[in-house]
């Protein structure tokens, strides 16, 4: 069955409809202290969804003495692991039980298809969550052997605080999830500042975190723009952490923000310009469909998009006619719509990019064999809409290889053997993702050691589990998202000294 945008879930309308959405601050929904609101859009029709409430300085500072009050006196932080524990399972069962109204509201804010918001957006978020329910009794210290008579020494890890939690608009809930449920399990409380292009779950998600019992103020979210809001909260002086998604370029002004505030605790998730891999020796069926789904997935709006296919010589030819097949295959149009394959790019400025790179790249000697430009079609000339698009004959070299495009758009680069394509791999500011296809397992081993990446798939692209780190050497970022990892950013060691001789 083939839904259409008319079969909005009577949920999901009840949601959006009542008036502006409001900002979350110690338990309490309320406008924003300047009375303000802005709108967000269906980005499939240009249609406006809903008016926000726009929080901005004033906002985050009544939000961050919500979460510092909620850290330093309220019960969070004081409660056993286990009630905690039980408090973020809770909540994951709200959003499994929401997870329609869930995937609409990412559907409609973002663009991307139902399908892929179902399975992967809420459906990854409530594992998330459950998989972080697990921590709280399991966050220990240690005893440890000083070389000091008649000392007992032992470490205690405890919550580093207030945090800061900035996120982007390509997985809206995810991100958050990522950033919202470590933070939870090690005992802090939040501020989470959603995208001003997707509000609208991260509002949904602070709800159920109250309906789950977590006590107010522990989350607050605050719906505003990054200049304003995002720029306050990185600022702040009773910030203890700030946690951020996104451009590399909004990454350097956090760091700065916080060196010049309190010197609070950074972790940066930012940009990537992965490599994927195709050695000749692969099996050739697996890596050509593997080298266009890691670009194409969320219409390439993704950090780790393999938008970096390296070819072996030989196979080159083909293996970029093959992605260039399965692009002009994929089929463009509304997220709503159940048999879509690629969905609409985020915003006017996000399909403005896009189409600036895809001019680019002629201009650069690459030559577009497929896609190139906006989707054709009357009903998509409203959204934003562009063509899965394979730019061949690339080098690495190339401004469309080098630099972040966020779009459906790969260069596809021949490689002559390993040396050849390490060096080219690695020749890049960013560090995040990398895949490799062969047969040949000590070949695969060894360039996944070369290669300068926070994770390497082999034979496979793409997947993230929350038990697995996940995170970016270089200018891909600082620290590590996922599995004891996050539970370290959230964390701070503190060592204890006991005397034990008698006096
Ligand atoms: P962005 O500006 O880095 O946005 C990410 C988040 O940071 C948003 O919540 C944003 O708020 C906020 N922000 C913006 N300026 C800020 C500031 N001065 N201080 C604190 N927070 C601030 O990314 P974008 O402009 O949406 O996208 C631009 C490019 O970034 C993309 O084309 C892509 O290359 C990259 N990107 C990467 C990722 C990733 O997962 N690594 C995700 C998204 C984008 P507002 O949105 O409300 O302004
Ligand atoms: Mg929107």
Not at 365 to 387: D, H, N, P, T
Not at 411 to 424: A, L, W
Not at 446 to 462: D, I, Q
Request: glycine content about 12%; hydrophobic content about 45%; some cysteine.
């Amino acid at each position: 069955m083939v839904m259409t945008a008319r079969e909005v879930d009577p949920r999901v309308q009840a949601f959006l409809g009542g008036g502006p959405k409001r900002l979350l601050i110690g338990g309490d929904f309320v406008e924003a202290a300047s009375g303000k609101t802005f709108a967000t859009h269906d980005p499939a029709t240009g249609d406006r969804l809903a008016e926000v409430a726009e929080g901005d300085a004033a906002d985050i500072d009544r939000a961050v003495q919500a979460a510092r009050r909620a850290f330093d006196g309220g019960p969070w932080p004081a409660m056993t692991a286990a009630e905690r524990s039980r408090l973020i399972w809770r909540l994951a069962d709200l959003i499994e039980e929401r997870s329609e109204v869930f995937a609409q509201l990412e559907t409609l804010d973002n663009g991307k298809p139902l399908t892929v918001a179902r399975r992967d957006d809420v459906g990854g978020t409530v594992e998330y969550f459950r998989y972080y329910a697990g921590w709280p009794t399991k966050i220990e210290g240690a005893t440890v052997p000083v070389s000091v008579a008649d000392t007992f020494a032992y470490t205690l890890r405890q919550p580093v605080g207030v945090c800061g939690q900035i996120v982007p608009w390509n997985y809206p809930l995810m991100m958050a999830a990522w950033k919202v449920a470590p933070a939870l399990a090690a005992g802090c409380t939040v501020v989470l500042k959603p995208a001003e292009q997707t509000p609208l779950s991260a509002i949904l998600l602070g709800e159920l975190c109250l309906e789950a019992g977590i006590p107010p103020g522990v989350v607050n979210v605050v719906t505003g723009y990054g200049e304003t809001a995002g720029a306050a909260l990185a600022a702040h002086p009773h910030v203890d952490k700030v946690a951020f998604t996104g451009s590399s370029e909004v990454g350097r002004l956090i760091l700065r923000a916080a060196s010049q505030s309190n010197l609070k605790k950074v972790s940066l998730e930012l940009g990537g310009k992965s490599p994927n891999i195709v050695f000749a020796d692969a099996d050739m069926d697996a890596a050509r469909e593997g080298a266009a789904a890691g670009i194409f997935y969320n219409m390439g709006q993704d950090c780790t998009a393999g938008s970096r296919v390296f070819v072996e010589h030989g196979i080159y030819d083909d293996v970029a006619q093959f992605i260039a097949d399965q692009a002009a295959k994929l089929r463009v149009g509304p997220g709503f719509d159940e048999a879509t394959e690629i969905g609409p790019l985020v915003s006017q400025e996000q399909l403005d990019r896009v189409l600036g790179y895809i001019e680019l790249g002629p201009g650069e000697g690459a030559r577009i064999l497929s896609g190139g430009g906006r989707a054709e079609g009357a009903e998509l000339q409203k959204g934003f809409f562009v063509k899965p698009t394979v730019l061949a004959n690339a080098r690495n070299d190339m401004r469309v290889a080098q630099e972040e495009i966020f779009g459906p758009v790969v260069s596809v680069i021949p490689f002559r053997d390993v040396e050849d394509v390490v060096r080219q791999g690695n020749d890049i500011a960013y560090g995040l993702g990398a895949g490799i296809w062969t047969k040949n397992l000590a070949k695969a081993h060894r360039v996944a050691s070369a290669l300068r990446a926070g994770t390497v798939w082999v034979n496979t692209y793409g997947a993230t589990d929350a038990a697995l780190p996940f995170g970016g050497f270089k200018e891909s970022g600082h620290g590590r998202e996922m599995g004891f990892e996050a539970i370290h950013l959230y964390t701070e060691v503190k060592s204890v000294w006991v005397n034990l001789a008698e006096s």
